[in-house]
C-alpha cells in the first residue's frame, strides 16, 4: 500500500492546481522553494508558466528576504518549504514582521501523521509554535477541499494587512513519505 | 587598504535616478546614510544574511533600475548560499558591493573567515558569479562606477577596508515600515 506517493503523484483533480490558481487571481508573480515532494506539482505548474519568477534557494531564510526585495519592487511572492525549513527561517522573519511587508509561505508538513522517520518529529511539532512565536498568523488545511479557500485566506491575510501568514498543509492530507528501494 | 566611509561616500555622490541603494547590517547601513539622506535607500539594522537575498528580489522586481547593495563580510558570510542562488537566477542589474574589513566591528573587531583563509571573491566565483572582482584601492573608483551603472551583472566587488569604528549616522527612522514605505515611495512615483 502505498497510498500517499499516489496522491503526489496523480495530477488529474490536485489541491495544487487550487493553489497555483491562488497565485493567479492574486498577481503572484515570483515563487521561492527548498524543494519538498508535497510542492512539487505545484512547483511544476508555477515553472511552466512564463508569469512566475520560480527561484530555487540554497535556505529557506533566503527566501523571505527575497520575498520581501520582490515587494519593496512591487511584486507579490510566495515561499514554498517543508516544515523543517521553517527552523531555518526564524531570525529572518523580523525582517517582514519589522517593515510590515506581507509575506506568504506555504509549508509542508513531515513528521505528524504515519511518519516514518524520527528526525522530521522535532520540527514537525516545533514549526506551528516557533511560527506563531513570530507573530506568524497560522492557518491549517486537513482536507483537499479546504486547502483552496486557506490559501486564499491566508494570502488576503497577508496583503491585505501587511503582515505574515503560513498555511500548513497536514500530512494526513499531503500523505506520508514511503521509502521504498528500487 | 580603503578608507570605506569617504570611498562610499564617493562612490554615491551625484548617483543617477535609475540607482537604488540596499545595504546590509552593521555599520554599512551608518555609511550609506553618511552620504545624505535619499529615498531610495533602504538600510538593514537587524535580519543579519538577508540584504543579499532582498537585494536579489528587489533587482528581479525592477528589471530597469540599477541595484547596488553595500554589505559587510559578517553579513555575506551568513549568506554564502544566496550569491549560489544569485548566480543561478541571474540578474543583470544587481552589484553587490562588499566592504570587507575582516572584522565583526560593531561587536568588538573580532576576526571574521575573511582574517583567515576565506576569499569572497573566490567564492563568489565559485558560485558562479564570474563577474567577481577584488579591490585594494581607490584607483579602482571608475571600474567600480562602471560595473555599478552599466555592466550585465549578477556583479560583486569586495573591497578590501580598514578595520575601524566610524561614526554612527542613523537613517531617518529605526521603525523598518517608515523605512520601507519611503524607499517604496521611491520606485511607484
Redesign the interface.
Known sequence: MNLGIKKMTDLSKDWRNDIYAVFKSLDIS?VSHVPDAGHTPLINLCEKDNEI?V?????E???????????????K?ALLMQSSGVGNCI??L??PN????PFLTIVSMRGEWGEFVPWQVPMGLGTPKVLEAMDIKVFRADYEEEVGVTVDAAAKFAFNT?RSAAVLLSQKMIGAKQFKNG | MIDRRPFVQKILKDRKDNLRV?SGIGTSTWDIMSAGDNLGN?G?I?????????????????PK?RVLLFTGDGDTLM?L??L??IA??PVSNLTVIVLDNESYVETGSQPTATAGKTDLELVAKGSGISNSYTVNSEDDYDKIMNTVYNEEGPSLIVIKCQAKATPLVFPHSF???V??NR??SS??G
Open positions: 515570483m519568477d527561484v530555487t534557494l540554497t535556505t531564510q533566503d527566501g523571505v528576504g527575497l520575498s520581501c526585495g520582490a515587494y519593496a519592487g512591487g511584486r511572492s531570525n529572518a523580523a525582517l519589522i517593515c510590515r511587508i501587511n | 540596499v533602504f538593514f537587524g535580519a543579519m544574511g538577508q540584504s543579499i537575498p532582498f537585494a536579489l528580489g528587489l533587482a528581479k522586481a525592477q533600475l549568506s548560499g544566496s549560489a542562488t543561478n537566477h521603525d523598518g515600515a523605512s520601507i524607499f517604496m520606485i511607484k
